[in-house]
């Protein structure tokens, strides 16, 4: 099955469930972010609303992830998200075990296992060197640290908690050279961003500094100069 293969260094902007990025306000932001990713020619993912993804995917050209999947076949559950609806949309892949949405070990070993068999990619989040570790062992395409303490905060981890972030990317790619390593919680700046890659991320995760901002467009171009 063929992976829709992303460019790093990387943003990845999960949209939460904030009502900045919610119906006509998400599309808005999407488009921002796609319009930003052109003009600074620097890679943008975008994890829309659950409700919106299949309709922000066929408005935008930068690549698109679910928020999270359940580890389920297609069949008779209600209220649940297939990797293969997720598929069906057109998106590139979906977040994993986000901290406001834990799953088991064994569930996300069924999703990454089953995304990579249907050509999606996981980014799957962990809190700790060790997680990352033992997640790296099931081939994700990305491992993306976040200590939740600091999620939400404005403290960059990539400023606070600099070990973690090192240390994460030395333990994954130890058992996974080719495993892309991202780092969120508190990113709000490209000087942040900056911080991340130096400390040998691919990139990072995050959502309130560019949904919550009054000037997203200005947030992801001063984000995006962190790649550079
Ligand atoms: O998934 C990204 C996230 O948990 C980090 O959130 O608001 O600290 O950028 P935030």
Same mark, same amino acid.
């Given at each position: ?23 006509? &306000?998400?599309? %808005?932001?999407? &488009? ?9 020619? +620097? @890679?943008? $993912? ?17 690549? !698109?992830?679910? &928020?999270?999947? *359940? ?42 296992? %089953? ?39 404005? %403290?960059?981890? @990539?400023?606070? *908690?600099?070990?973690?972030?090192? *240390?994460? $990317?030395?333990? $994954? ?5 080719? !495993? ?12 942040? +961003? ?35």
């Amino acid at each position: 099955m063929k992976m829709i293969k992303l460019e790093t260094p990387i943003i990845v902007l999960n949209e939460k469930t904030y009502n900045e990025s919610a119906g006509a &306000q998400g599309l %808005r932001l999407a &488009q921002i972010c796609a319009r930003v990713a052109a003009e600074q020619e +620097v @890679s943008i $993912v975008i994890c829309p609303q659950q409700v919106e993804l299949a309709r922000i995917v066929a408005a935008v050209s930068i690549p !698109c992830f679910a &928020q999270h999947v *359940d580890a389920i076949e297609p069949g008779s559950h209600t209220g649940f998200v297939t990797l293969e609806s997720v598929k069906q949309t057109g998106a590139a892949g979906t977040l994993v075990n986000h901290s406001e949405h834990r799953l088991t070990i064994a569930d996300i070993a069924f999703i990454v296992s %089953r995304a990579t068999s249907i050509g999606l990619l996981t980014i799957v989040c962990t809190n700790s060197i060790a997680v990352s570790a033992a997640i790296a062992e099931l081939k994700p395409y990305a491992v993306a640290i976040e200590p939740p303490e600091l999620i939400g905060t404005g %403290r960059s981890v @990539s400023k606070v *908690d600099p070990a973690i972030v090192e *240390d994460t $990317v030395k333990a $994954v790619r130890r058992i996974d050279e080719r !495993c892309v390593v991202l780092c969120g919680a508190g990113v709000t700046s490209g000087a942040d +961003v900056r911080a991340a890659i130096e400390l040998g991320a691919d990139g990072v995760l995050l959502a309130s500094g560019v949904v919550k901002a009054e000037d997203p467009r200005a947030v992801l171009i001063d984000l995006a100069s962190g790649l550079k």
